[in-house]
């Protein structure tokens, strides 16, 4: 059973979504806009919750298909708006406030739809307490919108969430983390829509190995493979080798490289087009 603080903060988090009414998740099917939107709903009813889904060369496919299948087990309407970041020369340039403006294109969708409906929905997002810790500057953008973080506000963590996730029965509790394709692409080198095809069809292929959590890093004409450190062996053995490496060479790299590091979330934010960490703000 989840603990009484984390009880508490769910508690806070309800009465915090009743102040607002009716509410549009910003939702990506992740463990954390999942659970948000599953706490609206039990909140505030079905008929009260929006759940807002940007459709782009950046969301994989089957990321997509999961956010469809969610919104309808729980009853929910599916908004699906694309969002064309390709469109927004901030994003396409990459440098290290990418998701500043993709998040800032997506919530001015958002707000445009809603607009439009005579809605006055508040939007929300799955930002956590943990998240602030880390780079990232789309929390800006969710400000600048009047964008809401109630697991934020709440104090929730990302442990927390995955916690009640399991004991609600939601399949997303242990869901690796699923950042956009964009996130593999280096700082600093342009993003196209045929780059992120790449890395979604690469990434696609590595996933008959079994692997959960990993990334195909885009750097040029090089795919770096990042996989748990146990998974190294296994990738690296000759005829799984040879195979992986045809394949990727057939969808347009050159290099198809393993990284000896293994997998660790946000790698490219370890060095960016400078050559140095990217600023914590």
Known sequence: ???????????????????????????????????????????????????????????????????????????????????????????????????????????????????????????????????????????KAAEEHAVRAPLDEAGFTKEEIRLLSREWGLPTFDKPASPCLASRIAYGEEISAEKLHMIEEAERFLRQWGLREFRVRHHGQVARIEVAPEKIAELAKPEVRECIDAHLRKLGYAYVALDLRGFRSGSLNEVHACGKPPPRS
């Open 1 to 139: 059973m989840a603990e009484a603080v984390t009880l508490n903060k769910l508690e806070d988090m309800k009465e915090a979504l009743r102040t607002m009414g009716c509410v549009a998740v910003a939702f990506s099917a992740g463990v954390d806009s999942t659970f948000v939107l599953k706490v609206a709903v039990d909140t505030l009813g079905s008929e009260n919750v929006l759940a807002i889904t940007g459709k782009s060369s950046s969301l994989p496919r089957e990321e997509f298909e999961e956010a469809v299948r969610t919104t309808g087990a729980l009853g929910v309407e599916h908004v699906v708006l694309e969002t064309q970041e390709l469109s927004n020369p901030g994003y396409v340039r990459n440098a290290p406030d990418r998701c500043y403006h993709c998040k800032s294109t997506l919530y001015e969708h958002a707000r445009r739809y809603l607009r439009e409906r005579g809605a006055s929905h508040t939007v929300l997002t799955g930002t956590n307490a943990d998240d602030l810790g880390d780079w990232r500057p789309g929390i």
